[in-house]
């Protein structure tokens, strides 16, 4: 740090004021200046961003959490201008394969052309509307609706009309192909965008977050874990729940042992976009000296590294070292674990694609969640969960719930629709996320809750409200 508090990058949090615990505390963990310890990144190739200053208001504004009015607004102002990302190249792997897309009201087609080209456009028959396909995979010649026989070629284009003879001329004089949508992909991530006129894909997601991502194997995957739920809360409730790592020790206590949240980097990125660095392996703070020998997780991510147990550390700060060691030392590895730093080795690199999606980073593979607005109901969200393994790995960390997974990718993945009430299938980590919807989606109709206050660990909402009251053109708290 120099003099004035800044440090060569410019990072200064320490003028903030914090409030006051009954003992001596160290503040500089969840300072956004806050960046991992050196030995995760001795080369310091991915700098801590600056810090941002997004101030100390209370979130008052609740009817953003329930008003259909706003969800309209949004629909408009923010999902029909976004880059979003829907999928991996690999969910459509030949010429003609084809992904149904459901956005909020709106249905799209992604096809395969030649080599790696996509097209897209809107799912609905443009003579009275049927929603052209309902299979969310699959592979075509061409798309003939199911109401009257029309039919359209891979492009959307519209190439027979049944019975033409019984249309006057004038009444099929219209443009009648299917409208299109921007498609783009980065490394193997499939985006649409509904805006003809929208920045390209690589500048929405903005060279810091592209950056962080570089060292990740993006471009051959196996999808093994495809899963959507209805749930019950506004679209940006279930959101802000995975912006923060705040609530890891009292949500996901099982964690405290082994995940270390409240020392997390945050990196907060243009265009809503962010990183959080959680430290896997190691203890919440509270956790520390409190914890006699391995838990359990411990003994997992051990054991999924392939660590022998009779090589098993006796002490819990030894754990990431004896995990990074088995990783860099492995015979015939998998993947190549030299292109990572140690840090990316064992911990879980969670970056957020603005608005609605969280891509959490792991080296073996990753873990995709969306959470989408509902079709109708502005109280009520889709939330849609992925996992794309990178081939050859043999496991993939347990917190993403794919027991059994095929990971041979001979076949394309189902999505697999859950019931409302079906909270095994998410896995015990999200179920416990997914039971505090509810009650946060009740308390913005209560008189007696004032809007949310938020702490430094929670930032990455302050930042995510930044961006979506900017786009929303509505008064910020
Ligand atoms: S609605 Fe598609 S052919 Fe009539
Ligand atoms: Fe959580």
């Given at each position: 740090?120099?003099?004035?508090?800044?440090?060569k990058?410019?990072?200064?949090d320490s003028?903030?004021?914090?409030?006051e615990?009954?003992?001596?505390?160290?503040?500089?963990?969840?300072r956004?200046?806050?960046?991992l310890?050196?030995w995760a990144d001795p080369?310091?190739?991915?700098?801590?961003?600056?810090v941002?200053d997004?101030g100390?208001?209370?979130?008052h504004d609740?009817?953003?959490?329930?008003s259909?009015e706003?969800m309209r607004d949004?629909w408009?102002?923010?999902?029909k201008?976004?880059?979003?990302?829907?999928?991996?190249?690999?969910?459509?792997?030949?010429?003609?394969s084809?992904?149904?897309?459901?956005r909020?009201?709106?249905?799209f087609?992604?096809?395969?052309?030649?080599g790696e080209?996509l097209?897209?456009?809107y799912?609905?028959?443009?003579h009275?509307g049927?929603?052209?396909?309902?299979?969310d995979?699959g592979?075509?010649?061409?798309f003939?609706?199911?109401?009257h026989?029309w039919?359209?070629?891979t492009?959307?284009?519209?190439?027979?009309?049944?019975?033409?003879?019984?249309?006057r001329t004038?009444?099929?004089?219209y443009?009648?192909?299917?409208?299109?949508?921007?498609?783009?992909?980065w490394?193997?991530?499939?985006?649409?965008?509904?805006?003809?006129?929208?920045?390209?894909l690589v500048?929405?997601?903005?060279?810091?977050?592209?950056?962080?991502a570089?060292?990740?194997?993006?471009?051959?995957?196996?999808?093994?874990?495809?899963?959507?739920?209805?749930?019950?809360?506004n679209?940006?409730v279930?959101r802000?729940?995975?912006?923060?790592?705040?609530?890891?020790?009292?949500?996901?206590p099982q964690y405290?042992?082994a995940v270390?949240?409240?020392?997390?980097?945050?990196?907060?990125?243009?265009?809503g976009h962010g990183?959080?660095?959680?430290?896997f392996?190691?203890?919440?703070?509270?956790?520390?000296?409190?914890?006699?020998g391995l838990?359990?997780?411990h003994e997992?991510?051990?054991r999924?590294?392939g660590?022998?147990?009779s090589?098993?550390?006796?002490s819990?700060?030894?754990?990431?070292?004896?995990?990074?060691?088995a990783?860099r030392n492995?015979?015939d590895?998998?993947?190549d674990?030299?292109?990572f730093?140690?840090?990316?080795?064992?911990h879980?690199?969670n970056q957020?694609v603005?608005?609605a999606?969280e891509?959490?980073?792991?080296?073996e593979?990753?873990f995709?969640?969306?959470w989408?607005?509902?079709?109708?109901?502005?109280e009520?969200?889709i939330?849609?969960?992925?996992?794309y393994?990178?081939?050859?790995?043999s496991?993939l960390?347990s917190f993403?719930?794919?027991?059994?997974?095929?990971?041979?990718g001979?076949?394309t993945?189902?999505?697999?629709?859950?019931?409302?009430?079906?909270?095994?299938?998410?896995?015990?980590?999200?179920?416990?996320?997914?039971?505090?919807?509810?009650?946060?989606q009740?308390?913005t109709?209560s008189?007696?809750?004032r809007?949310?206050?938020?702490?430094?660990?929670?930032?990455?909402?302050?930042h995510f409200?930044?961006?979506y009251f900017r786009?929303?053109?509505?008064?910020?708290?």
């Amino acid at each position: 740090m120099t003099s004035d508090g800044a440090d060569k990058l410019g990072r200064d949090d320490s003028r903030w004021d914090y409030a006051e615990p009954n003992g001596d505390i160290d503040f500089t963990p969840f300072r956004q200046s806050n960046r991992l310890p050196i030995w995760a990144d001795p080369q310091d190739r991915y700098p801590k961003l600056p810090v941002r200053d997004y101030g100390t208001y209370r979130q008052h504004d609740q009817a953003i959490y329930h008003s259909p009015e706003v969800m309209r607004d949004e629909w408009e102002k923010i999902f029909k201008k976004s880059w979003m990302l829907v999928g991996h190249i690999t969910d459509v792997p030949r010429k003609n394969s084809f992904m149904k897309v459901d956005r909020g009201p709106e249905s799209f087609l992604v096809v395969r052309g030649d080599g790696e080209e996509l097209t897209g456009f809107y799912n609905f028959c443009s003579h009275r509307g049927a929603q052209l396909v309902k299979a969310d995979f699959g592979s075509t010649q061409k798309f003939v609706c199911p109401f009257h026989k029309w039919e359209f070629s891979t492009d959307g284009e519209l190439t027979k009309i049944q019975d033409r003879e019984s249309f006057r001329t004038g009444s099929i004089c219209y443009d009648l192909d299917l409208p299109k949508i921007r498609v783009e992909h980065w490394r193997g991530w499939i985006c649409i965008n509904m805006d003809m006129d929208a920045v390209p894909l690589v500048d929405f997601l903005g060279p810091d977050f592209i950056e962080r991502a570089e060292a990740y194997i993006f471009e051959d995957l196996i999808r093994i874990r495809d899963v959507e739920q209805e749930w019950p809360a506004n679209w940006k409730v279930a959101r802000e729940i995975f912006l923060e790592g705040y609530h890891v020790q009292a949500t996901h206590p099982q964690y405290n042992p082994a995940v270390n949240a409240y020392h997390a980097q945050h990196d907060l990125m243009d265009n809503g976009h962010g990183l959080s660095v959680f430290q896997f392996m190691s203890p919440n703070p509270e956790y520390v000296g409190k914890v006699e020998g391995l838990a359990e997780e411990h003994e997992i991510f051990l054991r999924e590294a392939g660590v022998p147990e009779s090589d098993w550390p006796a002490s819990v700060s030894d754990v990431p070292q004896a995990v990074i060691n088995a990783k860099r030392n492995r015979k015939d590895p998998p993947i190549d674990y030299s292109r990572f730093t140690d840090g990316q080795l064992i911990h879980d690199w969670n970056q957020s694609v603005f608005p609605a999606t969280e891509t959490f980073y792991h080296p073996e593979g990753y873990f995709i969640q969306h959470w989408l607005p509902h079709p109708s109901d502005p109280e009520k969200c889709i939330y849609q969960v992925q996992v794309y393994a990178v081939p050859g790995i043999s496991e993939l960390p347990s917190f993403m719930a794919v027991p059994n997974a095929d990971l041979s990718g001979r076949k394309t993945l189902p999505r697999t629709y859950i019931g409302f009430d079906d909270m095994e299938s998410l896995g015990p980590v999200i179920k416990q996320d997914r039971d505090m919807v509810p009650r946060l989606q009740r308390a913005t109709h209560s008189d007696g809750f004032r809007g949310g206050v938020f702490s430094e660990q929670e930032v990455r909402i302050r930042h995510f409200h930044d961006q979506y009251f900017r786009l929303m053109g509505r008064q910020h708290p």
